[in-house]
């Protein structure tokens, strides 16, 4: 069954700590992007992937951190710097990297704060 | 002013009637439009798909789009309790930026 996979579903993150999402994909995509989730606000993107080894800041990198050392996985890193973390998390990826390629989701990662 | 807007509603209608869904945006250069439908605490699922101006109809969706108003729709035709979820509206220049509006929440009472 084709798809991506985040893990884990809800997350909670204690004063100073860096905490890690998983995002997976199996669909031979070459793209892959993180975005963040707000009550009231639309789709923000974090960082963005068109190729391994290489990734871009999106609207509201500070705070974040990603790696792409597999085409499969992007993970996502939300480091103590960022101070306001609590959202929920999408990851998506598209064959190319040009939204004339349809977008994918993941299920989500609801991140709080303790 | 945000670059695209879209009425949060929430939006209630009952089973059978048509739902008006629309967004305005402020960027002329964008020319992809899409509607994605986004049930609670899930991924965003992309529903209709339009490149510049016109209409697509898929099934009971219609989506249009007036690039000279800067304006774009979805309407859901015979609506269905399963209609139920948040309604995103999403448009691009071409390249790997996507602009989403804050997204419309629809109930469909049965």
């Known amino acids: 069954d084709g798809g991506i996979t985040q893990s884990p579903k809800y997350l909670f993150r204690k004063e100073g700590q860096n905490v890690t999402l998983s995002c997976e994909q199996n669909?031979?995509?070459?793209?892959m992007y993180w975005y963040r989730q707000d009550p009231g606000q639309g789709l923000r993107l974090i960082y963005y992937s068109q190729i391994v080894n290489d990734f871009q800041k999106g609207d509201i990198a500070e705070g974040y951190s990603v790696s792409r050392e597999k085409k499969e996985s992007f993970p996502l890193t939300v480091t103590s710097a960022q101070k306001n973390p609590t959202a929920f998390y999408l990851c998506?990826?598209?064959?190319?990297?040009?939204?004339?390629?349809?977008?994918?989701f993941g299920s989500g990662t609801q991140l709080s704060v303790l | 002013q945000k670059e695209v807007e879209q009425d949060p509603g929430p939006l209630s209608v009952p089973e059978g009637a048509i739902v008006s869904l629309n967004c305005t945006y402020s960027?002329?250069?964008?020319?992809?439009f899409m509607w994605y439908r986004q049930y609670s605490r899930k991924g965003p699922e992309l529903l209709m798909y339009?490149?510049?101006?016109g209409n697509k109809e898929d099934g009971r969706f219609t989506a249009q789009v007036d690039k000279s108003s800067k304006y774009i729709s979805l309407f859901i035709r015979d609506s269905q309790p399963s209609d139920s979820a948040t309604y995103l509206c999403a448009m691009s220049e071409g390249d790997y930026k996507l602009s989403f509006g804050a997204g419309t929440t629809v109930t469909v009472r049965a």
């Open positions: 998506a990826s598209s064959m190319g990297g040009t939204t004339n390629e349809k977008l994918f």
């Open positions: 960027n002329s250069a964008f020319q992809y």
């Open positions: 669909l031979n995509h070459d793209a």
């Open positions: 339009t490149y510049s101006s």
